[in-house]
């Protein structure tokens, strides 16, 4: 599975932004999607997590209620719709697809195949 993620962009706090990861080469209809992301100087840490068919949804408790994960299998694609963004969500993020289940991608399973990153930066 080849991913591209896009959408990234310098906004003001407070702002929403929406990435999109587009999934080629396989259909993702089999594998658990995730969205982590990476800011200088710490380690990457897991945004959210989504099952084969969207049942399971856990996110990390910085952006619960401000971040929606979403899938739409016939089109391949995996979404990141953050609002209320804020400095701290400033970091590389990226898509992964896991053939684990959507709780083991969760909790740090590591994921098979890993998109580049999309670069998100918020302002004060």
């Known amino acids: 599975v080849q991913l591209q993620a896009s959408g990234g962009g310098l906004v003001q706090a407070g702002n929403s932004l929406r990435l999109s990861c587009a999934a080629s080469?396989?259909?993702?209809?089999?594998?658990?999607m995730g969205w982590f992301r990476q800011a200088p100087g710490k380690e990457r840490e897991i945004v959210a997590a989504?099952?084969?068919?969207?049942?399971?949804?856990y996110y990390a408790d910085s952006v619960k209620g401000r971040f929606t994960i979403s899938r739409d299998n016939a089109k391949n694609m995996v979404y990141l719709q953050m609002n209320s963004l804020k400095p701290e969500d400033t970091a590389v993020y990226y898509c992964?697809?896991?053939?684990?289940?959507?709780?083991?991608?969760?909790?740090?399973?590591?994921?098979?195949?890993w998109g580049q990153g999309t670069q998100v930066t918020v302002s004060s």
């Open positions: 992964a697809a896991a053939r684990t289940d959507s709780w083991s991608l969760y909790r740090g399973r590591e994921a098979d195949y």
């Open positions: 080469g396989r259909t993702i209809s089999t594998y658990s």
């Open positions: 989504i099952s084969l068919n969207g049942g399971r949804i």
